[in-house]
C-alpha cells in the first residue's frame, strides 16, 4: 500500500519562502508521475504542480507559474515544492499524490498558511 507523507508546512509572512517534502513509499516511485495539489478552506483540491517519472517535464498553474518549483530525488523516494514570494491566497493544505493517476489513499497533508 502506497504511503504518502508530506512535511514543511508552516507560517510565513508574504513574500517569504517554504519548501515542501513528500515522502512516497510502496510504490515504483520512479516510474511515476507526481503532483502537488493543495485545498483551501471552503474550496476543492486544485493541482499546482506536477513533475513526470524521469523529473525532465514540470508543468504549474497559472496561479503559482514563475513562484513555485516542484523537483523531484528517485534515490529517497521524495518530491519537493519550493515556493518563493509566496501570497496569502497560497494559504491552503498542500498534498502529493500520484499524477495523471492518483492513488486512492492521500496522506495527511501540511498546512501552508502566509500571514499579510
Known amino acids: 500500500q502506497v504511503q504518502l507523507v508530506e512535511s514543511g508546512g508552516g507560517l510565513v509572512q508574504a513574500g517569504g519562502s517554504l519548501r515542501l517534502s513528500c515522502v512516497v513509499s510502496g510504490s515504483a516511485f520512479s516510474c511515476t508521475g507526481f503532483g502537488w495539489y493543495r485545498q483551501a478552506p471552503g474550496k476543492g483540491r486544485e493541482l499546482v504542480a506536477r513533475?513526470?517519472?524521469?523529473?525532465?517535464?514540470?508543468n504549474y498553474s497559472d496561479a503559482v507559474k514563475g513562484r513555485f518549483t516542484i523537483s523531484r530525488d528517485n534515490v529517497k523516494n521524495t518530491v519537493y515544492l519550493q515556493m518563493n514570494s509566496m501570497q496569502p491566497e497560497d494559504t491552503a493544505v498542500y498534498y502529493c499524490?500520484?499524477?495523471?493517476?492518483?492513488?486512492?489513499?492521500w496522506g495527511q497533508g501540511t498546512q501552508v498558511t502566509v500571514s499579510s
Open positions: 513533475i513526470t517519472s524521469g523529473g525532465g517535464i514540470t
Open positions: 499524490n500520484g499524477f495523471p493517476v492518483a492513488f486512492a489513499s
